[in-house]
């Protein structure tokens, strides 16, 4: 397989033909596959030391990445198998020894991570999403701050609370299972708990303070938390690399697209105004790839501007 090839399929800019073309060459054997996942680590190195600022380089001594990700990527007809570890990672070094040594993972377009941190507690991080937390934590709490997505499984210790620090609210836990979203388009923020019970607190209103139990779902609107019971669990299925939407409206669709390809799209056919779409995708299939699928169903055309920050819909 052609590298140009895979590299434009990696960054999201190969064709219709040539993204079919690789799932088919990855299908073929596990060689194929060990020379996909091998050309994706390159890229991916590649992309992360172009990232690096002038100033980021002053202070990067050393990756402490603790995890790799393998996913199966399923299309219509094909599987392939990615490694996603495309990251802008870097280290504020501590000027001196009372500061803390701090880790900022900030997760690309079309990308999730999942990474350890030093407590054994697990987080995955969606797309465009960024965390900051400490090399090590200290011995009376376990504090990061979030912006965007993640699913946190907290490794509980009663003596070292954890706390997740948003723009809005900060979410107090010992030992639980949670998504939470913060600084997304159309939410503030809203967290979802699984296992385990939560305190949600408004930073603007410190004495409004709230506890979720398991099976909960709490939205920030309008400076007040509103609770509701979880109903579907499609919407959490972004940690497997899915994108999934029931029923949907195509301009709300293409929202969250923008989101998790950080891309702008412009609605401009007036056919899709009321359209309404359903199904499953995968992140990594990439937004030019879903569109042509959702082309089947109704007619419309795409194009993108020559630095690829619109995609204008007809």
């Known amino acids: 397989m052609n590298k140009n090839i ?9 064709s219709f033909e040539e993204e079919e073309a690789v799932c088919n060459w990855v299908d073929l054997s596990n060689r194929n596959k060990e020379i996909f996942i091998k050309e994706r680590k390159q890229f991916d190195l590649i992309l992360f030391q172009s990232s690096l600022s002038d100033n980021n380089k002053r202070f990067f001594h050393k990756t402490n990445l603790k995890s790799y990700i393998k996913d199966f990527l ?29 880790n900022k993972i900030i997760v690309p377009p079309g990308q999730r991570v999942n990474i350890i941190l030093s ?36 490794a509980k210790n009663e003596k070292q609370p954890f706390v997740v620090q948003t723009t809005n609210c900060n979410i107090n836990v010992l030992g639980t299972k949670f998504n939470v979203r913060t600084d997304y388009a159309n939410c503030d923020f809203d ?7 939560i305190k949600l607190t408004n930073k603007i209103e410190e004495d409004s303070e ?34 999934c939407f029931d029923n949907i409206l195509f301009t709300d669709l293409m929202l969250r697209f923008e989101q998790i390809y950080d891309i702008k799209i412009v609605v401009q ?24 699928l959702l082309q089947r169903n109704r007619s419309f055309s795409f194009t993108r501007n020559d630095d690829n920050t619109y995609i204008y819909i007809d």
């Open 210 to 243: 709230l506890m979720l139990l398991p099976m909960q779902k709490a939205e920030f609107k309008d400076g007040k938390f509103l609770v509701d019971s979880i109903q579907e669990f499609d919407r959490f299925r972004w940690i497997e690399g899915l994108i």
């Open 269 to 292: 056919n007036p056919i899709l105004k009321d359209y309404k779409c359903s199904g499953k995708c995968r992140v990594a299939d990439g937004i030019d790839y879903i569109l042509k």
């Open 74 to 102: 399923t299309t219509a007809a094909v599987i392939c198998l990615l490694c996603v570890a495309a990251l802008s990672i870097y280290k504020d070094i501590a000027k001196t020894n009372n500061e803390i040594m701090e």
């Open 119 to 154: 407590d054994g507690s697990n987080i995955w991080l969606n797309a465009c999403s960024e965390l900051i937390y400490p090399t090590s934590f200290s011995q009376d709490s376990r504090i990061v701050s979030l912006k965007g997505e993640a699913f946190f499984d907290i």
């Open 191 to 197: 967290v979802a708990l699984f296992e385990g019970a």
């Open 6 to 14: 895979l590299y434009r399929f990696f960054s999201g800019k190969a």
